[in-house]
């Protein structure tokens, strides 16, 4: 999908100019320049938090009397799953999260007062002296991302996109605060919000957690949202007792990856990545936000993990942040040379705090100790980062507020789903409804109405709030997870029968009295990031969908459609067989919200009109490569407007799949999209774009078979885990090849035998992965001949390859020694596979 057109950069850098504290020029960028770090002047932000000499003088005193080894226990941040209050005790670890889906426990249905306590816990381990160490409260950080939505019976604010559809930056100042008083009555001190991302690809998964594709958007937004979490910074309450700590993320450009690829690269001009992916951090950091998390993605080839530049250079040195860069989940892994347990380039790279969520991250602290006793961390950078951790702490009230059970909100359950944050929650849901059809003004609806509710998404709280619900990818949940909260059928319920109507729930749309109206509440099922990566725009669901609108609009039923969506997607069909159709994205716990708008008051004047305007540019096609404007950035009819839209063309722009015999992956060389790429036993990753590439561990060269070069040979040596395969940075959909009972073929000779397990894999993003065993395979193919090998694609479906959005067609991995050759790898229709599964 091209860059979002609208997007002007000479009239968005002029707008970034204006911004308070930023004062500098921006200097046009050419890529050498990038890649030599030297091109555009990023701005000196002026934050509002002052620097306070007592606090400095409080922190260099602290820093005095600290170790080496409580030193690095502050820098990891290890997830609740894997931690123990004696953990924190032995390592002094600086703090703890809690990922999506993790509770007190694990425990989903954990208590007010389990989660208080746990922080209890914590707190006292990470004060108690007893082993002569400092005393250094730990911090608790959540994804507090649309509310405190981790915990049972918190308030759910719509997702992000809808808050970008309303326009209201002080209504971002409220829904901060509200999320505030929530998450620091749990006993927890930090949130992982806001998100700043400015999605230039709507296929990207987490779209929902971007305000807009426009940065200005994202700009209004960003600060009036740290300063409701933390407090004004020139106020008596910053950071106070109804406070948490902010941070803004992911830094920087997640939004802007390639085909919307999570964790991908984002190849972009330094210009453009000042101009449309800072503006957000420069309004959050004017405000004072005190974190900043580092993004999975890269910028032209290096991992933000692991990018100097952007980090401390720009950051820190030229923006002026003072506070501390926490990694995401693991993220430090991704960097190159580096792995879960091993990651000193992160820290040099100026991150501050590992995200160490999964794996053994007392081997992580075992090995930054020795690489800070070695050297190859500075104690400089390592007093840095610990300084910086420190401060915020200190400004944070963290020595001062003492055990969290102790603290004003702490385990008040008056205080989560409040009655007056459902309310601002609920006036979101109001205000960020998008309008896109009313023929003959069929909206607003009167109330004394007989009125059908039908869709899957009409009396389902979980859909209506979408990913990063209780769960991580917002799956698993039913109504009675979300105590206090009302389902949009429930809203609906409320309100025809305040004024003698009726409302009737049917899925399927079947009745037994024939309705006045129809309202169908259908859309996308909850996902989060990585499995929410789509191909295309196309609405997965259309069909069942599209077959309710048709069976009612036959029966010359008024139709009204509410469409749940994390992103815009095509849904031209769906449009014109409807009488009236509505955004609703993700609007949360509120449900109520909708049919505040969608209804007249009793006496039939208009009770809210709809007022949103859309964030994102709406798709006239699903083509990825060009999806068209159907429906251009802001705009959102009102009850005013006369709609006189025709219908809408019905060409989704995907034609049909033409399914070649096969489709070759390498022949020769590798064909495009695909690169062969290499990854050595110490995580380094390497294109071979020569006939010789040699790594640690793993050695890869062209060598003849039947012209020059026209096969790979590849040699592990067993010193540890190296691959290598073909990966793109677009997705190939090879789903028409599944369906014809396809298998992964290609041509080997083993010279080697594998000495360990050989496991043959697709990928499709991070978490999208799925391997089958071939070792047996190869150690019975006769040695030194060519032999040709299938795998069916059942085979790798079945182990969670998605077809439709591959990036690796084909790798293999192995921490044994071997020594093959591969030629012709190809994916291929009607072969009898060798290896069968299911």
Request: proline residues 4%.
């Amino acid at each position: 999908m091209a860059m979002k057109r609208h997007l002007l950069l000479g009239t968005i850098t002029g707008a970034i100019l204006g911004l308070a504290g930023c004062g500098e020029k921006t200097a046009n960028a050419t890529v050498s320049e990038i890649q030599t770090e030297t091109s555009a002047q990023w701005p000196r932000i002026a934050s509002r938090v002052a620097r306070d000499e007592q606090l400095e003088k409080k922190v260099e005193a602290l820093l005095a009397r600290m170790s080496d080894a409580e030193k690095v226990g502050q820098i990891i941040q290890a997830e609740l799953k894997q931690v123990t209050p004696q953990d924190v005790r032995d390592y002094h670890l600086g703090s703890v999260l809690n990922g999506g889906g993790s509770f007190p426990d694990n425990d989903k249905y954990a208590r007010l007062d389990d989660w208080v306590a746990l922080a209890d816990e914590f707190y006292r381990a990470s004060t108690d002296t007893a082993d002569g160490g400092v005393a250094i409260p730990v911090i608790w950080g959540t994804d507090a991302v649309h509310g405190h939505n981790n915990v049972i019976g918190a308030t759910l604010f719509p997702h992000n996109i809808a808050l970008g559809a309303a326009r209201n930056p002080q209504l971002m100042r409220e829904i901060g605060a509200a999320t505030a008083r929530e998450v620091a009555a749990t006993g927890i001190d930090w949130a992982f919000a806001p998100t700043l991302a400015v999605v230039q690809d709507d296929r990207w998964g987490r779209t929902y957690e971007s305000f807009s594709e426009d940065p200005s958007i994202v700009a209004s937004y960003g600060g009036p949202l740290v300063e409701g979490l933390q407090g004004d910074p020139e106020g008596e309450g910053f950071l106070g007792s109804a406070q948490v700590i902010a941070t803004a993320k992911h830094f920087i450009a997640d939004g802007g990856t390639r085909d919307g690829i999570d964790r991908g690269d984002v190849l972009i001009s330094e210009e453009e990545l000042l101009a449309i992916h800072a503006p957000g951090y420069f309004t959050a950091l004017e405000r004072g936000a005190q974190t900043v998390m580092a993004s999975f993605s890269s910028w032209q080839g290096r991992k933000l993990h692991g990018h100097k530049y952007l980090l401390t250079d720009v950051l820190k040195e030229r923006m002026g942040f003072d506070g501390f860069v926490i990694g995401d989940w693991n993220g430090h892994a991704f960097v190159d040379g580096c792995s879960v347990v091993s990651c000193p380039q992160a820290i040099n790279a100026g991150l501050d705090m590992f995200m160490a969520a999964e794996g053994d991250w007392k081997q992580l602290y075992a090995n930054t100790l020795r690489q800070v006793q070695d050297g190859r961390i500075p104690g400089a950078r390592l007093d840095d980062a610990v300084r910086r951790i420190l401060r915020v702490k200190i400004r944070a009230g963290m020595f001062d507020k003492r055990a969290p059970s102790t603290r004003p909100l702490a385990g008040d359950s008056a205080i989560v789903g409040a009655p007056e944050h459902r309310a601002i929650a609920r006036r979101a849901v109001r205000e960020s409804l998008v309008l896109l059809k009313n023929r003959d003004h069929l909206l607003p609806l009167a109330r004394n109405q007989r009125v059908l509710v039908a869709g899957d998404g009409a009396d389902n709280i979980g859909k209506q709030a979408g990913g990063w619900t209780i769960s991580w990818q917002g799956t698993g949940n039913r109504n009675s997870d979300f105590p206090g909260a009302t389902s949009i059928y429930r809203g609906i319920v409320d309100a025809v029968e305040s004024a003698g109507g009726e409302a009737i729930l049917s899925e399927d749309g079947s009745f037994a009295t024939k309705p006045d109206v129809a309202l169908v509440v259908f859309g996308e099922n909850p996902y989060a990031e990585m499995q929410g990566d789509i191909p295309n725009l196309s609405y997965k669901y259309s069909e069942r969908d599209l077959a309710l609108l048709k069976k009612l609009r036959a029966q010359n039923i008024p139709v009204a459609s509410l469409f749940i969506t994390g992103r815009p997607l095509w849904v031209n069909r769906e449009i014109n067989a409807s009488d009236a159709f509505a955004v609703i994205w993700q609007p949360g716990s509120e449900g109520a919200g909708v049919a505040d708008v969608i209804f007249r008051k009793a006496d039939g004047s208009v009770n809210y009109d709809f007022t949103g305007r859309l964030p994102f540019t709406w798709p006239q096609t699903a083509a990825p490569e060009d999806s068209g404007v159907q429906y251009a950035f802001d705009f959102g009819l009102d009850y005013d407007t006369e709609d006189l839209a025709g219908l809408l063309p019905e060409d989704s722009g995907l034609g049909e799949r033409q399914l070649a015999s096969e489709l070759k992956v390498f022949e020769g060389r590798p064909m495009e999209p695909w690169s062969l790429q290499v990854t050595d036993i110490g995580n380094k990753r390497r294109s071979v774009d020569s006939s010789v590439t040699e790594l640690e561990g793993i050695r890869v060269q062209a060598v003849d078979r039947n012209v020059q070069e026209d096969s790979r040979r590849l040699t592990w040596d067993g010193s540890g885990v190296a691959s290598v395969g073909f990966f793109a940075n677009r997705r190939t959909d090879l789903s028409a090849y599944l369906e014809a009972g396809g298998a992964l073929v290609f041509d080997v000779k083993v010279d080697r035998a594998p000495s360990a397990d050989v496991r043959l894999g697709m990928n499709c993003g991070t978490g999208c992965t799925a391997e089958q065993p071939i070792s047996d395979l190869l150690r019975d193919s006769e040695s030194a001949q060519w032999r040709t090998v299938s795998v069916a694609l059942q085979c790798l479906v079945d182990g969670g390859a998605q077809l439709d959005m591959l990036l690796s067609p084909f790798y293999l991995v192995t921490d044994g020694a071997m020594d093959i050759s591969l030629n012709s790898i190809r994916v291929a229709s009607g072969v009898e596979a060798d290896i069968h599964c299911g």
